[in-house]
């Protein structure tokens, strides 16, 4: 497979913020198979045209070591969260040699967060006490559903109960912090269907579970199943209405929701993501991986061919970049912080948003605690209109 040489972008001076948390993401961009939903930058091995695990983790590696050096001598690391793609793939060594070389440039704060997704057909108890050996102290595990027809409409590869199996063996291994994956809305689906995968969810003991609506991506195979009339797209009023049968069952059994799509026990958050919603900062390494400090967001090539390549040549394999203005960084804030369940300050409203926030209090969609803004539960239906109120 051919693929063009990615220009490249040298990225300005970059300077972390005393004060905000920092991070390392790590993309990981392998994939057994495709998932008929997914648009994420992950490649099969009949897309990778030469890339393996070993170049793309010794690329990686040159990447940590350019990324130490161009924010100063080893950045204190709050928390690291290894995604894709699918991580489990590299197995228990692969993942503790991407924990070295972390290691290897960045300092991991005491009681760090370490995080990593993980496909369930391709866990064991084996590679859990592997990680947990290395260093992982938390895991996020691809359940979606356990209807089998749910699961074949998304073509996920994974048998219905496999997901389940694999939270158990991780707690089994010492993990107090594992995750679940729920995507609700896949044409076909029932209110049953998905009862059953949230209490499946609770009953395997988890502390933290995460539910998306299903969009439908253009390019992706369930769009142009949809296209062609195969499977109907997704209705908003049925996702509302499953978003409400999910946060319902959740909150019964005691998972209170933090912010919109997760749910947890008390102190079962995911620190890596509440960072990134709270404007913290982060290095993004890997094929296609964004990052974020300072002022300046930046995204890699996405191909782990030209990526590998660039940083073989002595480059920091950054496709683009932009400098967030004051107006754009205020814009963010208030997207991602009114998403949260400790709500929006006032504060961070200027006097006509104040205003504007108060109509949006009148409809029933946000209430006032105290100094801030915390979307009630039609408010959580309705975040990106609230937003746009907001803003407008």
């Known amino acids: 497979m051919t693929v063009p040489t990615a220009g490249v972008r040298e990225l300005p001076d970059l300077a972390l913020t005393p004060g905000r948390p920092f991070g390392v993401y790590v993309h990981v961009p392998f994939c057994a198979v495709r998932c008929g939903y997914c648009d994420f930058n992950t490649y099969t091995p009949a897309e990778l045209g030469g890339t393996n695990p070993d170049s793309w983790l010794a690329a990686l590696r040159a990447e940590l070591a350019m990324a130490a050096d161009r924010l100063g001598s080893a950045p204190v690391v709050d928390t690291v969260f290894v995604g894709g793609g699918t991580p489990s793939l590299l197995g228990g060594p692969g993942l503790a040699s991407v924990l070295d070389a972390i290691r290897a440039h960045f300092t991991l704060a005491n009681e760090a967060e370490i995080t990593t997704e993980a496909n369930p057909e391709s866990t064991s108890p084996q590679l859990f006490e592997h990680l947990r050996a290395a260093g992982f102290t938390r895991v996020s595990l691809g359940m979606q559903s356990v209807a089998p027809h749910v699961l074949a409409v998304l073509d996920r590869v994974h048998s219905p109960g496999r997901a389940l199996e694999a939270a158990r063996d991780a707690r ?132 782990p061919n030209p990526y590998a390549q660039t940083l073989a040549e002595g480059t920091l394999p950054v496709a683009d970049f932009e400098r ?30 104040r205003h504007r926030a108060q109509t949006v209090v009148e409809d029933g969609l946000l209430i006032r605690d105290g100094d801030h803004l915390i979307l009630t539960d039609p408010g959580r239906l309705l975040a990106d209109a609230v937003v746009r109120t907001l803003l407008d």
């Open 172 to 303: 089994a291994a010492g993990f107090e912090h594992v995750n679940l994956d729920l995507i609700y809305g896949t044409p076909g689906e029932t209110d049953d269907d998905l009862l059953r995968s949230v209490d499946a969810a609770v009953e395997a003991e988890v502390d933290h579970v995460s539910a998306y609506a299903l969009v439908v991506e253009d390019g992706t195979a369930l769009a142009r199943r949809v296209r062609r009339g195969e499977v109907r797209p997704p209705d908003n009023d049925e996702l509302a209405h499953r978003y409400e049968l999910i946060d319902a069952r959740l909150s019964e059994a005691g998972l209170g929701w933090y912010e919109v799509s997760n749910w947890c026990l008390p102190g079962g958050e995911c620190r890596h993501n509440v960072g990134y919603w709270n404007g913290g900062e982060w290095w993004g390494a890997g094929p296609g991986a964004h990052g974020y400090v300072g002022t300046t967001r930046w995204w890699n090539v996405k191909h």
């Open 324 to 353: 967030l203005d004051a107006g754009a960084r205020h814009t963010e804030d208030v997207m991602l912080r009114v998403r949260l369940r400790d709500g929006l300050p006032m504060a961070a409203l200027n006097e006509a948003e």
